[in-house]
């Protein structure tokens, strides 16, 4: 029996998460598929972001470091962010961008097998794995003189051999949602003698996240998309407290510093994850994301990740049921596992011609998914061979009738050929 | 004849920038001489960030990183700054924090002087630099196998033999308002076949700048002192045009990609300073920058920099005048130099003892300065062997009458005595 409409409001009647939507400033007319590249505006931060400024900044000025706790937001969201990745209080530090945090904790991981393991000259990732990510570690090879040793998903066991130093992953692809086993694999490499780095950027807040559990190493991930941190918001880095006082990394600023208002002329890391932190950050996009992280406070009683992640499963699953029934025969495949366990909080869907223009024509509708172009250096679709129409769920905000609405504007969509007529490709052509 | 509180209104009277501070958010009571670490509040900044918040974000949401014109705004924001510096457009980009820029830079030089002069492994700076140029600079050797040569500033010329790779100075010191002499540094350095990276904290803002006029190689500086841009705003990067494509920088994160949304495995740098940018930027931060920044433009049809400039010295000398005309007696030293021409625009007092509870106590009157502590390696009163009690003044929206003011409150707080109170510094004590 095909599900319907009133299917979907009676999930939402059911959903204990409902209410958390309200917590959210959402436009009018749009259902926003797109919190995994920008998460929406919690309702608290425009007032809390006009006190850092008005208040904070323009009357307590240089005091503010103090009074306002400006100091210790990188310790104090971290901690934050830490009940959301299985990570205990005091290993986690929100601070810089992602990219760079990355270079800090592969800077390290390095230095511990070259004292460990110098013959392991090679870090290991996907080579479907976010560009930057494979860029920060192409830089550090090439500084170090050691090897980026890219392979596919099914590659990845194979390719732990004795020269491997380091094997960085994105937990969840941002091209295809699908989930690495993070205990699984960490425990493959570790038994190969390889350090692991993974990058949450599509995990933390979307997916539960057992860091410790998992045994990883080093650990990095964004503030800005599932986290609602705000346009650019500061990214995280955590390290596994065994490594995190053996070496220094490489961005020495003052405030990874033990001491540094003492200004001395030679640096003393400070213990602890306080040593990733380099310069001084921006306080008032680290005020926005203290928002979007309390915004996962509401959801504590109700079930907390687990609850979001079974409801991230349910709308998932729902779209790629009602995409099945309602848009068959239009060419579209799924790049997007099935299997729960292997699936993030997204769903991408795929085909030969047209998904960009197809995601422009929703868009117009108000359905903002996004796109990704195909990848022509590879066959298998499931590591993106075919341009990807990409569509993010995020339970705090979106609900089932989203899901059933989504899906008609793209049945619409498909239906009209609205997406193929010489006016709107020439309104929407690729700048 | 002694100046007189006529006098200075007198001179403010005349002033011809004297409105700029209207454009400025000051609190009640307060004389602000701490600009050169935290700048104030833009008027334009309160809507201008609310703005960023609720309609950027919390409406355009993803959109807006086209349509709010996002992507660009390092670039956007960089031309503003190269106006400040005697840079030129698309020489400059707002992004990141002082020390990794710092570290983007270093790594650079670096890379082109074991090119160009592979024997040459030292690095030479102040030994009273500000710290965290010293620490990344010390990181940068030891992965390097370098050395860091610390110097003191009339050591500097000797130091430059056949071994240097590259001279690293703050153009203004922090601690004690003393200026180089870009230009004829930069020559001798470049004359002794070694490349010069300048920190622009204390300068940008603050004093004229050429760097083109001086031939600097590599510039860096802070977007939240003299530039007004708020708590941690985003810093910024100049790299001399000849080295700007010869080499990486190590931290190659997407956004310094030739073609970032192609999501190639492979790092292609852009072309120009666009390289020089890692990852996303903190936008809301970056929001609040520009508004700061655009407080310079008031300026600009009264004399710019040059006026400014007259206008700072004007400030220094009055306040050093007064500091001896009225506070004479009770052991105060001037760290900061009387030539003009090696003055930035702050005045740095010293005392043997008590400098941090005179702050204590002046700030207890609103008047806001700042301390450093002495440093016991050194025993040159210029180099700051004594304790200093730091006062920046921002011909942007400090006054004569202002400096009156403040110097008024230090003589009542030496004449009562106030801040040796067991009282008061129990209040104060140093946490």
Redesign the interface.
């Known amino acids: 029996m095909k599900t319907t409409l009133q299917d979907c409001r009676a999930l939402d009647a059911q959903d204990p998460l409902r209410t958390l939507r309200e917590q959210f ?1 959402l ?1 009018e007319g ?1 259902i ?1 598929l ?1 919190g995994n ?2 998460g ?2 919690p309702k608290t ?2 007032a809390r ?2 006190e ?3 208040q ?4 307590g ?5 103090n009074s306002a706790g ?1 100091f210790s937001l990188p310790q104090r969201l971290g901690d934050k962010i830490a009940q959301l990745i299985g990570a205990k209080p005091g290993e986690v530090v929100a601070t ?5 945090n990355l ?1 800090k904790v592969l800077s390290a991981a390095l230095n511990i097998a070259a004292q460990d393991a110098p013959q392991r000259k090679v870090i290991v990732s996907e ?6 990510d ?3 570690a ?3 090879c ?2 170090r003189g050691m090897k980026l040793q ?1 392979v596919e998903p099914d590659g990845i066991a194979a390719a732990l051999t004795a020269e491997v130093a380091v094997l960085m992953l994105t937990h969840v692809n941002y091209r295809t949602g699908a989930m690495h086993d993070m205990a699984a694999v960490t425990a493959a490499a570790h038994a190969a003698g390889v350090l692991t780095v993974w990058d949450l950027a599509h995990s933390a807040g979307a997916v539960p996240v057992d860091l410790h559990g998992a045994k990883a190493d080093f650990s990095i991930g964004c503030g ?1 998309k599932y986290l609602n941190g ?6 995280f880095v955590w390290v596994n407290p065994k490594h995190t006082d053996r070496f ?1 990394q ?6 990874g ?1 033990a001491a ?1 208002f ?6 003393r890391p400070a213990a602890g994850i306080s040593r990733y932190l ?9 005020t ?1 994301l203290e928002c979007g992280l309390d915004g996962f406070l509401a959801a504590e009683p109700l079930g907390g990740m687990a609850a979001l992640r079974r409801k991230s499963l349910a709308l998932t699953d729902l779209f790629m049921a009602l995409v099945e029934e309602r848009c068959a025969g239009y060419g579209l495949g799924l790049a997007t596992p099935r299997t729960h366990a292997q699936r993030g909080s997204q769903v991408c869907l795929t085909r030969k011609e047209g998904a960009y223009a197809i995601v422009q024509a929703l ?1 117009a509708r108000g359905v ?1 998914g ?1 796109y ?2 195909g ?1 022509p ?1 590879t066959d298998s679709e499931r590591t993106g061979s075919r341009d990807i129409l990409r569509f993010g769920f995020t339970p705090l905000y979106i609900g089932f009738e989203d899901v059933w609405n989504a899906v008609e504007h793209l049945k619409q969509v498909l239906d009209t050929g609205e997406w193929q007529s010489a006016e709107f490709n020439q309104k929407h052509a690729v700048t």
């Open positions: 400033s436009p749009v926003y797109d590249s920008l929406v505006l931060a425009a972001v006009a850092a400024v008005t904070e900044w323009g009357q000025l240089i005091r503010s470091w400006w810089d961008s992602t990219s760079i270079y080579r479907s794995n976010f560009p930057t494979l860029y920060i192409e830089a550090l090439k500084e890219l800005y705000g346009p650019g918001a500061p990214a220094w490489p961005l020495a600023g003052w405030w510093h540094p003492e200004f001395t002329p030679d640096y380099c310069g001084t950050q921006p306080i008032l996009s680290m926005a868009i903002i996004d990704r172009a990848d250096s």
